[in-house]
């Protein structure tokens, strides 16, 4: 079973829609992240969490709402998505300890905005 | 400002070398990190660099010159599955809940 898993792994959806996509992690990592990935560009972070109830900005969450209720999950919210929004979504966790920490990812959400 | 460059596509063919250039602007430095990422696929951890010099894992090789601002991947006998996207990211802080990625470098290894 994968370590940090996502879903749905793709959903097509239209303007207006209020949509949810689901991270859980199984790794027992404090840090968990979302990312968005579009053609050309680096993955950017839309939102991060270093705990239970504990959210932190990214550099592009307008538009964007997260919500972290147990360690373990970590779910990212379009209240009203536009079609700019579409892209490859990418939940990652780290390890809260030592100072340089690798990002472990799951296999991504592929989001279509019509 | 803070960024990453690393050329967009590279062609090369199985069991040679390619080296995968990177060049990074950040305020500070905490590391330079390597992903591999498959098409389609989640990207993974493959090496990081704190100190400079070169680190050797396998096939795959991490080189860091902090005063350059310069890195590079390494990757020896070349085979087809090494056929994806390399990424290279700079965490901006101690702990790395920062993190900027470059867009990467998508490799094409040809029979």
């Known amino acids: 079973d994968a370590d940090v898993t996502q879903t749905p792994r793709n959903r097509i959806t239209k303007t207006g829609k209020r949509i949810m996509l689901e991270c859980s992690q199984t790794k027992g990592h404090d840090r968990m992240y979302w990312y968005r990935q579009d053609p050309g560009l680096g993955l950017r972070l839309i939102y991060y969490s270093f705990d239970v109830k504990d959210i932190n900005k990214g550099e592009i969450s307008d538009g964007y709402s997260v919500s972290r209720q147990a360690q373990a999950k970590f779910s990212l919210s379009l209240e009203s998505a536009i079609p700019n929004q579409t892209a490859l979504y990418f939940c990652?966790?780290?390890?809260?300890?030592?100072?340089?920490?690798?990002?472990?990812f799951g296999d991504g959400t592929r989001l279509s905005i019509l | 400002g803070q960024n990453i460059d690393q050329p967009t596509e590279m062609t090369a063919t199985e069991g040679a070398i390619v080296q995968i250039n990177c060049t990074y602007q950040t305020s500070g430095f905490n590391g330079l990190f390597w992903y591999q990422q498959h098409a389609g696929e989640a990207p993974t951890f493959l090496s990081y660099n704190v100190l400079d010099g070169l680190e050797e894992k396998g096939r795959f090789s991490s080189f860091l010159s902090r005063s350059k601002g310069y890195s590079y991947l390494l990757l020896k006998e070349l085979q087809m599955k090494d056929s994806a996207s390399y990424l290279c990211a700079a965490p901006l802080n101690t702990g790395g809940f920062k993190t900027i990625f470059g867009a990467g470098t998508r490799l094409f290894v040809k029979a």
């Open positions: 990652a966790t780290s390890d809260g300890t030592g100072v340089i920490q690798p990002q472990h």
